[in-house]
């Protein structure tokens, strides 16, 4: 990046939860692309792609996490 004819180094962007989760939801949306949603935030599509499968691998995670009711394993019965 030049401003005045002096180099200065790029910074990495932070960005929120609440942000990624904002454009994730963006893109979950019916007949919207990937590439559109990324330009409109003036994201790269490749990083929001990331975010996305970060997003549902926690997904899962959380899923399989999640303890199912528990049903005893031997349920006594009478004779």
Known sequence: MMEDGIDTPRRRRRHSAEFKAQVIQACKQPGVSIAATALRYQLNANQVR???RAHEQLTIQSAQATPV??????????L
């Open 50 to 52: 990331i975010w996305i």
């Open 69 to 78: 009711t528990s049903v005893p394993e031997f349920i006594p019965i009478p």
